[in-house]
């Protein structure tokens, strides 16, 4: 299998990537600057000959293109893509952002799934085969955070997009689904959490309830990937059961995310 994951030099991304290769497949990872991916590949030295690293922003069309011709020039044509790259707002309210830092979020975590999903599809439906999952966050439910007003809409409108091609491509041959993987502990998580006010401290319990770990919910959402069907598959690790039991039985999981080292 060959895998392009957007986003991939860090955090759950990165977490893909390494457990596609642990599974055996070709990867590509990818990033906007040379020096994350460069140590991105680094970090997966162990798996030389099986992964590449491409330079690119998702917010362009083209350079999507490019990736897209890369990944098959070095590893053939791409069976499974992940559109995982997103980035973050400051935590204030939304007439609080700068202009530029809107409608950087919105290229980014909007456009950036749109070039994602069109862009590979339109090779895989030439062979009728292929799968394209676009990665869920909070906003996709509808789910309204103070602070996150931006960020919260670009997943939204992502979600319906990803919701509305699977409905137009029925037929193709080619799944293009959905990744929940709740709350994980990453970069952008942390950020939520940045200072001492009783908000931030009511956060960082609801996280020590309901969030994981990187490798455990990368594992599962690639072992979910692979075994997949269907034209519009959903794959959710955090289920509202799983979470429902762990707020109930909270007590019992005696982690700390945010313990001082």
């Known amino acids: 299998m060959n895998v392009v994951i957007t986003g991939s030099t860090r955090g759950l991304g990165f977490g893909l990537a390494r457990r596609f290769l642990d599974k055996g497949c070709n990867v590509v990872v990818?990033?906007?600057?040379?020096?994350?991916?460069?140590?991105?590949?680094?970090?997966?030295?162990?798996?030389?000959?099986?992964?590449?690293?491409v330079v690119a922003e998702v917010s362009s069309e083209a350079e999507v293109e490019r990736l897209h011709r890369e990944a098959v020039?070095?590893?053939?044509?791409?069976?499974?893509?992940?559109?995982?790259?997103?980035?973050?707002?400051?935590?204030?309210?939304?007439?609080?952002?700068?202009?530029?830092?809107l409608e950087r979020v919105a290229a980014v975590n909007l456009m950036g799934v749109v070039h994602g999903t069109v862009v590979p599809f339109r090779a895989m439906k030439e062979r009728r085969s292929g799968k394209i999952f676009t990665m869920e966050g909070h906003g996709s439910n509808g789910g309204i955070l103070d602070g996150m007003a931006m960020y919260g809409t670009t997943k939204c409108a992502a979600t319906?997009?990803?919701?509305?091609?699977?409905?137009?491509?029925?037929?193709?041959?080619?799944?293009?689904?959905?990744?929940?993987?709740?709350?994980?502990?990453?970069?952008?998580?942390?950020?939520?959490?940045?200072?001492?006010?009783?908000?931030?401290?009511?956060?960082?319990?609801i996280y020590n309830l309901l969030a994981d770990d990187i490798a455990t919910v990368s594992a599962f959402l690639v072992d979910g990937i692979l075994a997949s069907r269907g034209p519009s598959p959903r794959i959710e690790?955090?289920?509202?059961?799983?979470?429902?039991?762990?707020?109930?039985?909270?007590?019992?999981?005696k982690r700390d995310f945010f313990a001082m080292p």
């Open 160 to 205: 319906y997009f990803t919701k509305a091609f699977a409905h137009e491509a029925r037929g193709s041959g080619v799944s293009v689904g959905r990744l929940l993987p709740g709350m994980v502990v990453t970069d952008m998580l942390m950020e939520t959490v940045s200072g001492n006010d009783p908000e931030n401290a009511k956060r960082r319990r």
């Open 73 to 101: 020039a070095r590893f053939g044509p791409v069976d499974i893509w992940v559109n995982n790259a997103g980035i973050g707002q400051p935590l204030v309210k939304a007439w609080e952002v700068p202009a530029d830092r």
């Open 30 to 53: 990818n990033g906007t600057g040379m020096d994350g991916v460069d140590r991105a590949l680094a970090q997966l030295s162990a798996f030389a000959g099986r992964v590449h690293g």
């Open 237 to 253: 690790w955090l289920t509202r059961r799983k979470a429902m039991f762990r707020m109930l039985f909270g007590a019992f999981r």
